[in-house]
């Protein structure tokens, strides 16, 4: 049984430009949340997606958006490219009901310069 | 808001030693989630153990135990007969159990991290 899949594993963009991260939850999951690691910090949730859905959002900019598929899998964009968005972007799956166990993917490691 | 506090950035113990990571936090919530999540070099948050704040007994699993303290918001792990494969970056975690069937909605909020260095 696949956990969650996340790509690509690494990548470097330039100031300015754009991006977009994906997603795949493990079977049977539901739900997507987006985390931001920067180095040497705990994760900060980003936003969460449920029935194709932004249903929380943390205390991020509009830069960053997302999308949730009719299969569940889920992108994470982010426009106009800052230094300080270099970080580790991880995604958590979950089912809805419940206590809501997350599955966690090993992140997507985004360097901009 | 919910906080996390870990005020330990690193800890070392030696292998078969037990060791214990500290973790506090505020909430204004009487039902709630606390977690510990071990995070090795391959980057992937790996569950070690969870607590229900309702629950008064603390949870173990295998050489992983937690004390925790409702009054004192406080929520430490201890890691007894470490082992090399131990070594990792540790967060604690929580989790507002606020929601009822839509629990899956609430978010984690993560402590800083512990880097845990285990010596042979």
């Known amino acids: 049984d696949a956990g969650v899949t996340q790509s690509p594993t690494h990548l470097i963009k330039t100031r300015g430009q754009q991006v977009t991260l994906r997603c795949s939850p493990k079977s049977g999951h539901d739900t997507v949340s987006w985390y931001q690691q920067a180095l040497g910090q705990g994760p900060q949730f980003i936003f969460q997606y449920y029935e194709e859905e932004e249903r929380q959002r943390g205390n991020f900019p509009d830069r960053f958006s997302g999308h949730q598929f009719p299969n569940y899998s889920s992108e994470l964009n982010v426009n106009a490219l800052l230094l300080g968005d270099s970080a580790l972007y991880l995604c958590a799956s979950s089912l809805d009901a419940g206590w809501g166990g997350y599955t966690f993917g090993s992140g997507t490691r985004l360097t901009v310069v | 808001a919910q906080t996390v506090t870990q005020s330990q950035p690193e800890m070392s113990v030696q292998e078969a030693e037990t060791v214990t990571l500290s973790c506090t936090y505020d909430t204004s919530e009487s039902d709630y989630y606390l977690f510990w999540y071990k995070q090795p070099p391959s980057r992937q948050m790996i569950l070690v153990i969870r607590q229900e704040a309702y629950k008064q007994q603390n949870a173990t699993e295998n050489r992983f135990s937690v004390n925790f303290q409702k009054a004192a918001k406080s929520f430490s792990l201890k890691i007894s007969d470490s082992q090399l494969g131990d070594a990792a970056m540790y967060f604690c975690?929580?989790?507002?159990?606020?929601?009822?069937?839509?629990?899956?909605?609430?978010?984690?909020?993560f402590g800083q991290g512990t880097r845990l260095t285990i010596n042979p």
């Open positions: 975690a929580y989790r507002s159990a606020w929601g009822g069937v839509l629990q899956g909605a609430q978010k984690l909020v």
